[in-house]
């Protein structure tokens, strides 16, 4: 470049003297001197042979270039990313194949295509920005993520870089743009956060279950938590019932140890009559999941008693699962029984496997504990003889309190609360003083590495694990630990991490394996690079091809290596190989064979790139489609995948038939095998009026996701049926997910019936308190009524009572003063000692009506005393009268406010009998009968016409109208029967509710 530069100065200077001698020449003379003229064509000629060589050099670096250009024309033609070349304003000057392929570009690129076609509207604001800051020089390059609208109008995510072209200026007359797609791992993004919604569903549903894990590792009481595991497994699965059964591996018998939902009879006569048959009896023979469908005509119950059982506990399905410990043993048998046939999904299943693993799991510890227990001694003197030390500390890591082993802490016991100062090494004594002060806070196990004094004075590292012991309280009664000698293994871990850090240096400028290899390839003789090919010295000798090459895979290594080794070509190929840690891993190796001068195969000279990551991708992809195929074959919904077809506007006219799964097979009776591949149209011409076509071609359009409930009765079904759609766009085809809502709809309408006859009760129930409210509005004038009644009748026991007495000892006063104006004193005496029981029977009287007024018995003692008390005071006055009293109720039983009333009704009721029926015999009954509350009184007396009475004024004399009204007051009924010399019944009845309880 220098000498062109030099050749460039002396060509200027050259023509510069030939011009000036030129301009001398047609100035002075026409007629140049000789000696000028020969230098000057001895110049010319000189500079000619330059120039000749000049344009021999030009000539090379133009074909030099010329390659360049082609092999650079084709690395930025056939580059994996999109490569574009802008105008200012963003037309799209130039593209690669990967571009044009994204773009929807298939022929040539035409002109005036504007790159901002394809942004998708709500990303061209952004990447105008982008322009903005790159033109200003904000940034030297762009970065960001764009959505582009492709020619077949489908979707894609690209992450590009811009970067402004500049002129000889330095202004920006174009862009430089390079794309990545991000299409593919966007949508497998979005596939995972989908998984994750989906786990965080059953995460949720499982909060029981973490809940009864927090109980198995705090609860001793193994029929407790096993309970708790029960109900939970009712609970998630909708079962009716629930039982777990004990496996006794000596007499191979099962007993219930934990149920729900079933009565008691059922546990006896399981562990009774059920040995050996029933579905829990056949999975302890298979080992393995059983469920019955329909328990009646299974051949596992038909014939046994297990069916009669069943049957009388109104079982139709079963699902029994074994319980099997960790070893595989089996410990017991969990089942779950439906009332209705019912088909298991796998999710419940699964949760049902996760609950039963608890169960195993808690029956095995329990089975564990004796035999722990008779182990312990052993286990003592075993740790004697054990490398390693077990020890007893306090609370607070004060005191140890005890040791067990080999002396690794010197002197502890004897020094108190100085061990720790003085056993373990200055340097880690905070750390080990902060990790006992966390575990003491948290309660969790300690676990730590930390150096420590030995006898001879010299420090030695130990691991140190102590687990807390807790009373029922949750306080830290001690720690119980174990601590073993790793001073060996921590030198050669430190050795180890050296020669790591030699080695680690050695390979970080590759980022895979350089590998030699032996001609027959049972030799790795050195490696350079990762830890995934291990070489001869690793494994000490021997076929390294047997030894690191899984076998399934040697016929198709040792052909391809034959095919290399006989077309003298490179080894390319992927394969498996066991790695420096035995894990099995992918790598892409691609080999040169090395030969002598006579053509002699020496070696193979390679590279290894581990593809481990890359294989687990694409297993995993294939994984997640298989899942996805699965659950589309099993879902009970409709699944269908269409692929719009478009006329030349690029209108959706018509869909092509991609995929349906069985459900919506089974829901429009087709079959996939004559439908996937043809028009929806020609299929089902009719169809074009629906409105769920309607749907799918605005979907189609717009992008927009839509739900549709709607009935249809097309020629696709059998009959009407309504049916709910959610029509999604996925990429260009559109997916619609399928639901029969029939039944729904069906519940929807008789829930809409149901409660139009709802609304009519309420009205009907609305006028019946209209009326009652009526009524009631009339109880003031009622009570006004009953008080003078009441007044009436007790001025009627006045006089007919106390008024007669009182006259007659008026009357016996004013003779007894006559006798004693005649001097009779011993007359008179005997006069005046017949007042005394005169006097008692009118203050009995004069106590009985007051009584009656308001017995205080009734408020001390209730109800059921002041009718005792009552009775006893109807005996002492009606002597020839049995008056018999039942009670089936208990006090508690009966409403405070409606005691009074009841009293009244028995008291005017039993008035009535011993006064005006002429009975000898009445029963008084109190009862609480079929919810309601009763109260009865009969006699056998001259009975009545209970009409006739009830028409006349007789009815406000014997009080039947207030018992009546006292009765409807809090909701209840009198019911009066009654013939003439057939005695009479009264019966009153109030209902026995909360409401009426707390009247």
């Given at each position: 470049?220098?000498?062109?530069?030099?050749?460039?100065?002396?060509?200027?200077?050259?023509?510069?003297?030939?011009?000036?001698?030129?301009?001398?020449?047609?100035?002075?003379?026409?007629?140049?001197?000789?000696?000028?003229?020969?230098?000057?064509?001895?110049?010319?000629?000189?500079?000619?042979?330059?120039?000749?060589?000049?344009?021999?050099?030009?000539?090379?670096?133009?074909?030099?270039?010329?390659?360049?250009?082609?092999?650079?024309?084709?690395?930025?033609?056939?580059?994996?990313?999109?490569?574009?070349?802008?105008?200012?304003?963003?037309?799209?000057?130039?593209?690669?194949?990967?571009?044009?392929?994204?773009?929807?570009?298939?022929?040539?690129?035409?002109?005036?295509?504007?790159?901002?076609?394809?942004?998708?509207?709500?990303?061209?604001?952004?990447?105008?920005?982008?322009?903005?800051?790159?033109?200003?020089?904000?940034?030297?390059?762009?970065?960001?993520?764009?959505?582009?609208?492709?020619?077949?109008?489908?979707?894609?995510?690209?992450?590009?870089?811009?970067?402004?072209?500049?002129?000889?200026?330095?202004?920006?007359?174009?862009?430089?743009?390079?794309?990545?797609?991000?299409?593919?791992?966007?949508?497998?993004?979005?596939?995972?956060?989908?998984?994750?919604?989906?786990?965080?569903?059953?995460?949720?549903?499982?909060?029981?279950?973490?809940?009864?894990?927090?109980?198995?590792?705090?609860?001793?009481?193994?029929?407790?938590?096993?309970?708790?595991?029960?109900?939970?497994?009712?609970?998630?699965?909708?079962?009716?019932?629930?039982?777990?059964?004990?496996?006794?591996?000596?007499?191979?018998?099962?007993?219930v140890v934990a149920q729900q939902g079933f009565p008691q009879w059922w546990t006896d006569s399981w562990n009774m009559a059920c040995k050996g048959?029933?579905?829990?009896?056949?999975?302890?023979?298979?080992?393995?999941?059983?469920?019955?469908?329909?328990?009646?005509?299974?051949?596992?119950?038909?014939?046994?008693?297990?069916?009669?059982?069943?049957?009388?506990?109104?079982?139709?399905?079963?699902?029994?699962?074994?319980?099997?410990?960790?070893?595989?043993?089996?410990?017991?048998?969990?089942?779950?029984?439906?009332?209705?046939?019912?088909?298991?999904?796998?999710?419940?299943?699964?949760?049902?496997?996760?609950?039963?693993?608890?169960?195993?799991?808690?029956?095995?510890?329990?089975?564990?504990?004796?035999?722990?227990?008779?182990?312990?001694?052993?286990?003592?003197?075993?740790?004697?003889?054990?490398?390693?030390?077990?020890?007893?500390?306090?609370?607070?890591?004060?005191?140890?309190?005890?040791?067990?082993?080999?002396?690794?802490?010197?002197?502890?016991?004897?020094?108190?609360?100085?061990?720790?100062?003085?056993?373990?090494?200055?340097?880690?004594?905070?750390?080990?003083?902060?990790?006992?002060?966390?575990?003491?806070?948290?309660?969790?196990?300690?676990?730590?590495?930390?150096?420590?004094?030995?006898?001879?004075?010299?420090?030695?590292?130990?691991?140190?694990?102590?687990?807390?012991?807790?009373?029922?309280?949750?306080?830290?009664?001690?720690?119980?630990?174990?601590?073993?000698?790793?001073?060996?293994?921590?030198?050669?871990?430190?050795?180890?991490?050296?020669?790591?850090?030699?080695?680690?240096?050695?390979?970080?400028?590759?980022?895979?394996?350089?590998?030699?290899?032996?001609?027959?390839?049972?030799?790795?003789?050195?490696?350079?690079?990762?830890?995934?090919?291990?070489?001869?010295?690793?494994?000490?000798?021997?076929?390294?091809?047997?030894?690191?090459?899984?076998?399934?895979?040697?016929?198709?290594?040792?052909?391809?290596?034959?095919?290399?080794?006989?077309?003298?070509?490179?080894?390319?190929?992927?394969?498996?190989?066991?790695?420096?840690?035995?894990?099995?891993?992918?790598?892409?190796?691609?080999?040169?064979?090395?030969?002598?001068?006579?053509?002699?195969?020496?070696?193979?000279?390679?590279?290894?790139?581990?593809?481990?990551?890359?294989?687990?991708?694409?297993?995993?992809?294939?994984?997640?489609?298989?899942?996805?195929?699965?659950?589309?074959?099993?879902?009970?919904?409709?699944?269908?995948?269409?692929?719009?077809?478009?006329?030349?506007?690029?209108?959706?006219?018509?869909?092509?038939?991609?995929?349906?799964?069985?459900?919506?097979?089974?829901?429009?009776?087709?079959?996939?095998?004559?439908?996937?591949?043809?028009?929806?149209?020609?299929?089902?011409?009719?169809?074009?009026?629906?409105?769920?076509?309607?749907?799918?071609?605005?979907?189609?359009?717009?992008?927009?996701?839509?739900?549709?409930?709607?009935?249809?009765?097309?020629?696709?079904?059998?009959?009407?049926?309504?049916?709910?759609?959610?029509?999604?766009?996925?990429?260009?085809?559109?997916?619609?997910?399928?639901?029969d809502i029939s039944a729904r709809k069906k519940m929807e309408e008789e829930l809409r019936r149901s409660q139009e006859e709802l609304e009519k009760?309420?009205?009907?129930?609305?006028?019946?308190?209209?009326?009652?409210?009526?009524?009631?509005?009339?109880?003031?004038?009622?009570?006004?009524?009953?008080?003078?009644?009441?007044?009436?009748?007790?001025?009627?026991?006045?006089?007919?009572?106390?008024?007669?007495?009182?006259?007659?000892?008026?009357?016996?006063?004013?003779?007894?003063?006559?006798?004693?104006?005649?001097?009779?004193?011993?007359?008179?005496?005997?006069?005046?000692?017949?007042?005394?029981?005169?006097?008692?029977?009118?203050?009995?009287?004069?106590?009985?009506?007051?009584?009656?007024?308001?017995?205080?018995?009734?408020?001390?003692?209730?109800?059921?005393?002041?009718?005792?008390?009552?009775?006893?005071?109807?005996?002492?006055?009606?002597?020839?009268?049995?008056?018999?009293?039942?009670?089936?109720?208990?006090?508690?039983?009966?409403?405070?406010?409606?005691?009074?009333?009841?009293?009244?009704?028995?008291?005017?009721?039993?008035?009535n009998s011993c006064k005006h029926s002429g009975a000898e015999w009445i029963d008084v009954r109190v009862a609480l009968n079929e919810g309601n509350?009763?109260?009865?009184?009969?006699?056998?007396?001259?009975?009545?016409?209970?009409?006739?009475?009830?028409?006349?004024?007789?009815?406000?004399?014997?009080?039947?109208?207030?018992?009546?009204?006292?009765?409807?007051?809090?909701?209840?009924?009198?019911?009066?029967?009654?013939?003439?010399?057939?005695?009479?019944?009264?019966?009153?009845?109030?209902?026995?509710?909360?409401?009426?309880?707390?009247?």
């Amino acid at each position: 470049m220098v000498s062109s530069y030099i050749r460039q100065e002396k060509f200027d200077e050259l023509r510069r003297r030939v011009e000036e001698i030129l301009g001398n020449r047609n100035e002075q003379s026409q007629d140049p001197s000789g000696l000028d003229v020969t230098r000057l064509i001895h110049e010319l000629e000189a500079r000619q042979v330059e120039l000749e060589n000049r344009n021999e050099e030009l000539r090379t670096a133009k074909n030099d270039l010329q390659e360049s250009i082609s092999l650079y024309g084709d690395l930025y033609e056939h580059a994996p990313v999109g490569y574009l070349d802008l105008s200012l304003d963003g037309l799209i000057a130039r593209a690669n194949s990967a571009a044009r392929k994204r773009l929807g570009i298939i022929s040539h690129l035409p002109p005036d295509l504007s790159f901002h076609a394809f942004i998708h509207t709500g990303d061209l604001g952004k990447f105008r920005a982008l322009m903005r800051r790159v033109g200003k020089g904000e940034e030297e390059k762009g970065t960001c993520g764009l959505r582009i609208v492709c020619k077949d109008q489908a979707e894609a995510i690209i992450q590009l870089e811009l970067s402004p072209a500049r002129d000889e200026e330095r202004k920006v007359k174009g862009w430089r743009l390079v794309f990545v797609d991000m299409t593919e791992r966007k949508r497998a993004e979005q596939k995972v956060v989908e998984r994750k919604e989906h786990l965080r569903a059953e995460l949720k549903a499982m909060a029981r279950l973490q809940k009864i894990s927090s109980m198995c590792a705090t609860d001793g009481a193994m029929g407790t938590v096993l309970g708790e595991i029960v109900d939970a497994a009712v609970a998630i699965s909708g079962a009716d019932f629930g039982a777990i059964q004990l496996f006794d591996g000596k007499t191979s018998m099962l007993s219930v140890v934990a149920q729900q939902g079933f009565p008691q009879w059922w546990t006896d006569s399981w562990n009774m009559a059920c040995k050996g048959r029933g579905a829990c009896c056949t999975v302890v023979k298979r080992r393995k999941r059983t469920v019955i469908q329909n328990v009646e005509e299974s051949p596992v119950f038909i014939g046994t008693p297990a069916r009669d059982i069943m049957v009388r506990a109104g079982v139709k399905t079963v699902q029994c699962t074994p319980l099997l410990s960790r070893s595989g043993v089996l410990v017991g048998v969990f089942s779950t029984h439906y009332k209705v046939q019912k088909r298991l999904e796998e999710r419940t299943l699964r949760l049902l496997d996760m609950f039963g693993r608890h169960a195993a799991d808690i029956i095995e510890r329990a089975q564990l504990v004796e035999e722990l227990r008779r182990r312990e001694e052993r286990l003592r003197a075993l740790v004697q003889a054990s490398s390693d030390a077990i020890y007893r500390i306090s609370p607070d890591w004060k005191e140890i309190r005890r040791i067990y082993g080999f002396d690794v802490i010197l002197g502890a016991e004897s020094q108190g609360g100085y061990w720790l100062k003085n056993c373990i090494h200055p340097d880690d004594q905070m750390a080990m003083l902060a990790k006992i002060n966390e575990s003491m806070r948290t309660k969790s196990i300690l676990e730590h590495e930390y150096r420590f004094s030995r006898a001879d004075g010299s420090f030695g590292w130990r691991f140190a694990r102590a687990i807390p012991l807790l009373d029922e309280n949750g306080k830290i009664l001690e720690w119980f630990g174990a601590a073993s000698d790793i001073t060996q293994h921590k030198q050669a871990e430190n050795a180890l991490r050296e020669s790591e850090e030699r080695f680690r240096a050695l390979v970080q400028a590759s980022s895979d394996v350089i590998y030699q290899m032996s001609p027959d390839w049972k030799e790795v003789r050195r490696v350079f690079g990762r830890d995934h090919i291990v070489d001869m010295e690793s494994i000490g000798g021997g076929n390294w091809f047997q030894k690191h090459i899984p076998p399934e895979d040697h016929p198709a290594m040792l052909a391809k290596i034959g095919e290399c080794i006989r077309s003298d070509s490179i080894f390319e190929h992927e394969h498996r190989v066991l790695r420096l840690d035995g894990s099995p891993g992918w790598v892409f190796s691609r080999a040169i064979p090395l030969k002598d001068a006579n053509g002699k195969l020496l070696g193979w000279f390679g590279a290894a790139s581990d593809i481990t990551q890359r294989k687990q991708a694409e297993n995993s992809l294939r994984e997640s489609e298989e899942r996805f195929r699965v659950a589309q074959e099993l879902s009970p919904d409709g699944f269908t995948i269409f692929r719009p077809v478009r006329d030349a506007a690029g209108n959706v006219t018509d869909f092509d038939w991609v995929y349906e799964n069985p459900a919506i097979a089974r829901m429009t009776g087709s079959d996939p095998k004559e439908i996937v591949g043809r028009r929806l149209l020609d299929i089902l011409p009719g169809y074009r009026a629906s409105s769920f076509f309607k749907a799918y071609r605005h979907v189609a359009q717009t992008g927009e996701t839509l739900v549709l409930e709607d009935l249809y009765g097309g020629d696709s079904v059998l009959k009407p049926t309504w049916f709910r759609v959610a029509v999604v766009r996925m990429g260009g085809d559109i997916a619609i997910l399928t639901q029969d809502i029939s039944a729904r709809k069906k519940m929807e309408e008789e829930l809409r019936r149901s409660q139009e006859e709802l609304e009519k009760r309420v009205r009907e129930r609305t006028a019946s308190l209209e009326a009652a409210n009526e009524k009631l509005r009339l109880v003031p004038s009622k009570l006004i009524e009953v008080q003078e009644n009441e007044s009436k009748r007790l001025a009627s026991d006045l006089h007919d009572s106390i008024g007669q007495t009182l006259a007659a000892l008026k009357f016996r006063i004013e003779h007894v003063s006559t006798v004693v104006r005649d001097g009779k004193a011993k007359e008179a005496d005997r006069l005046l000692g017949e007042f005394v029981p005169i006097i008692q029977r009118s203050i009995d009287e004069t106590r009985m009506i007051s009584m009656g007024l308001k017995p205080t018995v009734l408020s001390e003692q209730g109800l059921l005393a002041a009718l005792e008390w009552y009775r006893r005071q109807l005996l002492a006055v009606y002597s020839k009268i049995h008056i018999e009293f039942e009670t089936a109720i208990q006090e508690e039983d009966i409403p405070e406010a409606l005691k009074i009333a009841m009293f009244r009704i028995a008291q005017e009721a039993l008035n009535n009998s011993c006064k005006h029926s002429g009975a000898e015999w009445i029963d008084v009954r109190v009862a609480l009968n079929e919810g309601n509350i009763e109260l009865v009184i009969s006699d056998d007396g001259i009975g009545m016409d209970v009409g006739y009475i009830l028409k006349s004024t007789a009815a406000k004399s014997l009080g039947l109208i207030g018992m009546k009204e006292r009765a409807e007051i809090f909701g209840g009924k009198l019911y009066i029967e009654s013939a003439l010399e057939e005695g009479a019944r009264v019966r009153a009845v109030w209902p026995a509710t909360e409401d009426a309880r707390s009247l």
